[in-house]
């Protein structure tokens, strides 16, 4: 057990919807990591939340946004849902997230498919 | 620009082989490397890493050096079992700007037969 938590662990839904994913970083930790797992292009670096202000932004599409709150969890949340943002998604958290050795720990991820 | 090559899977083994997952890597600076495995059906555990040339992370039995003559962090393990079976991905990061981003490999699934 990493100390990272996300719900809901399956969500299931229809193109066209919006859906929020949810994060709870490990005690302690200041910085909150989004990842997206799918087959055709693997884990890509989403978005990064440094203590509730946006560090840094990947392959995130303009249909997807975040947030991460006072209390240091973080929202994820993707709109006008397409068949290809089925995928697993992962939260990962560090200390810091301001040094290359600062080791990131992953959630279990949430699975969306979307119908 | 900065990217993990590894090997392609799937790789299969009987328990008690030897195990060698090749990585190499692209990369301006001096990243930090790491390993990671995904279980069936379970997130990415960090398994082992190294933050400079000629570290050696180890962890349960695995192990992998950081060479930086060779841009390689392969991972090693002198005895398979059963419950090593699962996909292990090889994945860098330093600091880009203001982020420490992991960029990962495309992942090596691993299957351990009795």
């Known amino acids: 057990d990493s100390g990272v938590t996300q719900t809901p662990k399956h969500l299931i839904t229809a193109t066209g919807q919006r859906v929020t994913l949810r994060c709870s970083p490990r005690?302690?930790?200041?910085?909150v990591y989004w990842y997206q797992q799918s087959l055709d292009q693997g884990l890509q670096f989403l978005i990064q939340?440094?203590?509730?202000?946006?560090?840094a932004k990947g392959n995130i599409l303009e249909r997807f946004s975040a947030q991460q709150f006072p209390d240091l969890h973080s929202e994820l949340n993707l709109s006008s849902l397409e068949l290809g943002d089925s995928a697993l998604y992962f939260c990962a958290s560090s200390v810091a997230g301001l040094a290359a050795t600062d080791t990131q720990y992953f959630g279990p991820g949430t699975r969306l498919t979307v119908l | 620009g900065n990217s993990v090559t590894q090997m392609e899977g799937p790789v299969t083994l009987s328990e008690e082989a030897f195990l060698t997952i090749n990585c190499t890597y692209t990369?301006?600076?001096?990243?930090?490397l790491f390993w990671y495995v995904q279980y069936p059906g379970e997130g990415l555990q960090l398994l082992l890493k190294a933050t400079k040339a000629d570290d050696k992370g180890s962890n349960k039995g695995f192990e992998a050096t950081y060479r930086k003559e060779t841009t390689s962090f392969h991972l090693e393990k002198g005895s398979v079992q059963v419950s090593d079976s699962a996909v292990y991905f090889c994945?860098?990061?330093?600091?880009?700007?203001?982020?420490?981003?992991?960029?990962f490999g495309t992942g090596t699934l691993l299957a351990v037969q009795p």
């Open positions: 005690s302690g930790d200041l910085s």
């Open positions: 994945a860098l990061t330093f600091i880009y700007g203001a982020t420490n981003k992991l960029i």
């Open positions: 990369a301006t600076g001096y990243p930090s």
């Open positions: 939340y440094y203590n509730g202000e946006e560090r």
